[in-house]
Nanobody
Framework: VQLQASGGGLVQAGGSLRLSCAVS????????MEWFRQAPGKEREMVAQ???????VYADSAKGRFTISRANAKNTVLLQMNSLRPEDTGVYYC????????WGKGTLVTVSS
């Protein structure tokens, strides 16, 4: 299983970004896809999660601002991030759970104040 993440960048506080993560390879029907964030000097934390049947879970910091969804026959996971804050800055990683745990390379999000 391979994951390819994209969509990071530099944005001003209050702005929006959309991250995308495409999964390829042997994909299980029952799976979970997640976005994690690792801020400078901090541990990696889960931001949002979506199951194969569309159930979602969000970190408290993401509720009301971020939306996780699937596209492209559910093999792509999107993270729409609105009302971004400087504390959202970090490297964002996608993770696929299905027959194992697989990580994509991170994409950097920088939110300037």
């Amino acid at each position: 299983v391979q994951l390819q993440a994209s969509g990071g960048g530099l944005v001003q506080a209050g702005g929006s970004l959309r991250l995308s993560c495409a999964v390829s390879g042997s994909i299980f029907t029952f799976n979970i896809m997640e976005w994690f964030r690792q801020a400078p000097g901090k541990e990696r934390e889960m931001v949002a999660q979506i199951t194969n049947d569309g159930k979602t879970v969000y970190a408290d910091s993401a509720k009301g601002r971020f939306t996780i969804s699937r596209a492209n026959a559910k093999n792509t996971v999107l993270l729409q991030m609105n009302s971004l804050r400087p504390e959202d800055t970090g490297v964002y990683y996608c993770r696929y759970l299905g027959g194992g745990a697989y990580w994509g390379k991170g994409t950097l999000v920088t939110v300037s104040s």
